[in-house]
């Protein structure tokens, strides 16, 4: 932590961009103060509570299907109306990159309340597995990663034609077609 002395007994010390860590729903973190401490060990000076905002991550993956309407219900302490989420893609070292975009699909997405957005209907795309991130206003940047978003539904197959009379068979790819 670094700290910087403003004069006058008053030090600043800068805690950084949080982007893990657990926002207890019904507790704070208790900050304290040590002379010279060694690494752990000589905190022993109670100077005060810190509370964290902002959503738990998720305890499973957001799962949403082609053709019904997708929302994304949240857990976490001091979540407010003008939060928002977003779908990410993920390149190869799992690093966010572009908001993926879908037909009737909404991303970004702000809250209809605190805890509940509707990402829309999405009617077509590229089924398989994104990023779903939180954000909180003034957005800066998409910086919590809160876990998995699922698209399940086939990929587009384009136009098949049958002869009445023959066998007939059709192949479909994509994610989640069998549940």
């Not at 070292?93 to 990402?119: D, K, M």
């Amino acid at each position: 932590v670094a700290a910087q002395d403003a004069g006058d007994g008053v030090v600043t010390f800068s805690l950084g961009v949080a982007i893990a860590g657990l926002p207890f729903l019904s507790g704070e973190y208790r900050l304290c103060w040590g002379d010279d401490p060694a690494d752990d060990v000589g905190f022993d000076q109670d100077v005060g509570f810190l509370t964290v905002s902002g959503p738990l991550p998720l305890s499973e993956d957001i799962i949403c299907i082609l053709g019904r309407v997708c929302s994304v219900e949240l857990v976490g302490r001091d979540l407010l109306a003008n939060d928002r989420v977003a779908v990410l893609e993920m390149i190869d070292e799992g690093e966010p990159t572009n908001l993926v975009s879908f037909p009737g699909f909404v991303n970004p997405a702000n809250g209809t309340t605190p805890s509940r957005f509707i990402l829309g209907l999405p009617v077509a795309g590229k089924p398989g597995e994104y990023a779903l991130y939180w954000g909180r206003s003034p957005f800066s940047s998409w910086n919590i990663q809160l876990g998995s978003f699922i698209l399940h539904g086939p990929d587009y197959f384009g136009n098949h034609t049958f002869s009445l009379g023959e066998p007939s068979t059709l192949t479909l790819q994509g994610v989640g077609l069998l549940r």
